[in-house]
């Protein structure tokens, strides 16, 4: 077995710390008690309780979770509905459309974005919370699509079959029988779906109007004049909670895989 050398430890701990060094010094300085950002003068929490003041943020953090709930619930009925659909129905077309289907996670999102620009400005629609919502919608439906159709690949087709032979109607079958099967699958692919539109400021830009802001938007425009400590705790705080929804959602999965064994 080949051992590591120095220089591939080496490369190892520069690539961590261009990568994890500037997250936590986001966080180290979002508890600094001075206003500038180049030297740390003492511990406090004062620009938690700015943030929480202001107003302007505090909307845009509102518009966000509005616009990752609607579009994240869309996206669950939608990507559902498609993944049973390819399962029952068995055609050629079936790869082509799955291929179709996975497409928006795989596009550059400053290409979907400007597709999402102009296919709305063709319809004449108005930019706003109605063109974020199906824009967000289309980049989340893939991410519980392929996470549900994984699980009913490896769902044992003889349950359903024998719910339906004791005299249960398609409907109940799949009430009592395929949803609770598939229901971690779902929401893994729902925690997945909601931190990436969470986060998402890319497309947002491109599809939102003069009177709408979300939260990452929000935090770009004020980048522009420089970062502040109630940035840094801004950026902390959207950090904890997509660590938290990644980590809810790979527990949810990995259950989903326990119980896929155990079936």
């Known amino acids: 077995m080949k051992k590591n050398t120095v220089w591939e430890k080496l490369y190892l701990a520069v690539i961590l710390a261009l990568t994890y060094v500037p997250i936590v010094l986001t966080v180290f300085y979002s508890f600094n008690e001075a206003k500038l950002t180049t030297s740390f003068t003492g511990f406090s929490l004062r620009w938690y309780r700015e943030l929480m003041r202001d107003r302007d943020l505090m909307e845009a953090l509102r ?94 087709k003889s349950l359903e079959e024998a719910a339906r032979d004791l005299g249960a109607t398609p409907v109940r079958s799949f009430f009592d029988i395929t949803l609770p099967l598939i229901l971690p699958a779902v929401l893994s692919g729902l925690l997945l779906s909601f931190a990436m539109s969470f986060d998402d400021v890319v497309i947002s830009i491109f599809v939102t109007g003069p009177k709408v802001n979300t939260l990452p938007i929000k935090i770009y425009t004020k980048m522009k004049t420089g970062v502040t400590p109630e940035i840094n705790a801004l950026a902390f705080v959207m950090l904890l909670v997509t660590v938290l929804l990644l980590i809810l959602s790979a527990i949810i999965g990995k259950r989903q895989k326990t119980g896929k064994e155990g079936i």
């Open 63 to 156: 518009n966000s979770l509005i616009l990752a709930g609607l579009s994240c619930g869309l996206s669950v009925v939608i990507g559902t509905l498609g993944a049973l659909g390819m399962q029952k129905v068995k055609c050629r077309a079936n790869r082509i459309i799955e291929y179709i289907s996975t497409l928006p996670i795989m596009i550059p999102e400053i290409i979907l974005g400007m597709v999402f620009l102009a296919v709305f400005s063709f319809m004449g629609m108005k930019f706003g919370m109605t063109t974020l919502v199906l824009a967000h919608t289309t980049f989340c439906v893939p991410y519980i699509f392929m996470q549900v159709k994984a699980r009913l690949q490896g769902m044992d």
